[in-house]
């Protein structure tokens, strides 16, 4: 299916008022559920027809046996980290910068994070073909071919045609391992296009060596063809999956989800929507987070009130008014009250707020939750004795109809 970039109509509104990805700090969410419109146009029904369902998705990163507890109906995991210069067809033999990818050390390219003797790859068909719900596969290897500093060092090595062809020549790869499976999200990149928005300058004045990518050889050397040519990518080699865009809540200005008092989520994400645009939005659905890591963590604790589930809502459903895609919520932290703030069991209130929330959650136009870490020592099901499993059981025992009521 080929995606025309989108048209972002911007709205003029009064102002009323992401390690892996990210780092703010979410907190307790005090006071009444909030009420958020419903989409008079819900991009979300749309989508959730090309998974077979008609309810907001929850899910998250977990192993077999947590996921097997309960009806989750989404479910991912990352891809990362270095790629190979030139293909390569055999674990056993081939290596990046001198390391063997070979097991059992590796060379770090997710194509060989699966047994060697299978073929390169199968850690992605594989998690995309067994399980019988809904994939979600977070791509996120620039930051390594960039040489593995944030920011403007990894937006000045766009210019590199050499990196450039390397890691969009993985991704056609990664996606070709997809070609013959169902509907699976290909969540691109997270925090690149957010230092692109923050850098303050226009996607076409920021430099991307294109031109050694056939699929994008004829696109604008700019980063305002970086999205286009995802597109292009993955809907020539992968026809069924669609393409998340991962959308920073810290893009524009100061982070939305570390100031609640300061600003204004109508405004900053109207502002985010115009980026958007003007680097040529094109995708099936945009991918949004409220920090990776659990309130707990490094001391924080999580009654500390920071932004508030309201104001994040307002912001991720204005972003769909605005651009017409739904929104997946994405990598929350697992982490709840009742633990005691030590390694795997940092304690956190989102999963509580986004399943008491569920109805406000699905006006504001998402097609789903998901949770997991983004960095060691997070909590998961696997270390907090069920915490996570029982506070996510009520949303998956009561299905909550997508767009709302």
């Keep these: 299916m080929q995606r025309p970039a989108l048209t972002v109509m911007v709205v003029t509104v009064p102002v009323v008022l992401v390690a892996l990805v990210g780092g703010a700090f979410w907190a307790t969410c005090t006071g009444p559920t909030p009420v958020i419109e419903s989409q008079p146009v819900c991009p979300a029904e749309a989508l959730g027809e090309r998974f077979g369902t008609k309810h907001l998705m929850w ?234 890591r659990d309130s707990g963590f490094n001391g924080q604790p999580w009654t500390d009130t920071q932004p508030s589930l309201d104001r994040a809502l307002i912001w991720a459903s204005t972003l769909t008014k605005t651009t017409e895609l739904p929104h997946l919520w994405w990598q929350i932290p697992m982490g709840t009250p009742e633990l005691d703030n030590t390694c795997g069991r940092y304690v956190d209130d989102r999963v509580l707020r986004f399943v008491e929330a569920r109805h406000a959650v699905a006006a504001a136009g998402a097609i789903g939750v998901v949770f997991g870490a983004g960095t060691e020592c997070m909590t998961s099901p696997e270390t907090d004795d069920g915490a996570f499993l029982r506070a996510i059981a009520p949303a998956l025992s009561d299905p909550t109809p997508l767009c709302g009521p």
């Excluded at 509907?183 to 060596?209: C, N, Q, T």
């Excluded at 294109?210 to 700019?222: K, Q, R």
């Excluded at 990518?233 to 959308?247: F, K, Q, R, S, T």
């Design 59 to 292: 899910g998250g990163q977990m192993t077999d046996e947590s996921f097997g507890t309960h009806a989750f109906g989404l479910r991912y995991r990352y891809v990362a980290g270095p790629v190979p210069s030139e293909t390569c067809d055999d674990c056993r033999a081939c290596d990046i910068d001198g390391v063997p990818c070979a097991n059992p050390d590796g060379c770090g390219w997710w194509g060989c994070w699966q047994h060697d003797i299978l073929p390169p790859g199968r850690v992605a068909s594989d998690f995309a073909s067994n399980n019988n719900v809904p994939t979600l596969i977070t791509y996120y290897t620039w930051l390594a071919v960039s040489g593995g500093v944030e920011g403007e060092s990894e937006l000045a090595a766009l210019a590199d045609e050499d990196r450039v062809a390397s890691w969009l020549g993985d991704l056609r790869f990664f996606t070709q391992t997809l070609s013959d499976q169902g509907p699976v999200i290909v969540h691109m990149e997270p925090d690149l296009l957010g230092f692109l928005h923050k850098s303050g300058r226009a996607p076409s004045d920021i430099p991307v060596a294109l031109s050694g990518v056939p699929e994008c050889a004829d696109l604008p050397n700019t980063a305002a063809s970086l999205m286009p040519c995802w597109g292009e990518i993955v809907d020539e080699y992968a026809p069924e999956a669609l393409l998340g865009i991962h959308v920073s809540a810290w893009g524009h200005g100061a982070d939305l989800m570390r100031h609640p008092g300061v600003l204004n989520p109508v405004e900053h994400a109207t502002q985010t929507a115009s980026f958007l645009q003007s680097a040529n939005l094109t995708g099936d659905l945009l991918v949004v987070e409220a920090s990776d």
